[in-house]
Nanobody, 123 residues
Framework: VQLVESGGGSVQAGGSLRLSCAASGLAFSGYCMGWFRQAPGKAREGVAAIDQDGKMSYAEFVKGRFTISRDNARNTLYLQMNSLKPEDTAMYYC???????????????????WGQGTQVTVS
């Protein structure tokens, strides 16, 4: 299984970025997918998740600003990030798990497969 994130970068506060996660080696449509982030010196935290049926969950700190989506035909997960804030600066990771659900956004160890991350810096 391979998860490869892309789309990170540096942006000014108030700007937007769209992250992508290309998945291979798994039956993508059968997996719950999530985005997580980790800032230096802080624990990894859930950002958003979307299950096999399209049910979504979001962390409170991104509600109304971030949107998670998936394209099963392209085996790709997305995270549209708008109104970015300096506190959104972190390494963003894509994760997949066949048995997790959107409620597991807060249970980081529940997620089996992880990507290497893409850096997002907001100044």
């Amino acid at each position: 299984v391979q998860l490869v994130e892309s789309g990170g970068g540096s942006v000014q506060a108030g700007g937007s970025l769209r992250l992508s996660c290309a998945a291979s080696g798994l039956a993508f449509s059968g997996y719950c997918m999530g985005w997580f982030r980790q800032a230096p010196g802080k624990a990894r935290e859930g950002v958003a998740a979307i299950d096999q049926d399209g049910k979504m969950s979001y962390a409170e700190f991104v509600k109304g600003r971030f949107t998670i989506s998936r394209d099963n035909a392209r085996n790709t997960l997305y995270l549209q990030m708008n109104s970015l804030k300096p506190e959104d600066t972190a390494m963003y990771y894509c994760a997949a798990d066949e048995y997790a659900g959107p409620q597991d956004l807060v249970v980081v160890p529940a997620w089996h497969y992880w990507g290497q991350g893409t850096q997002v810096t907001v100044s």
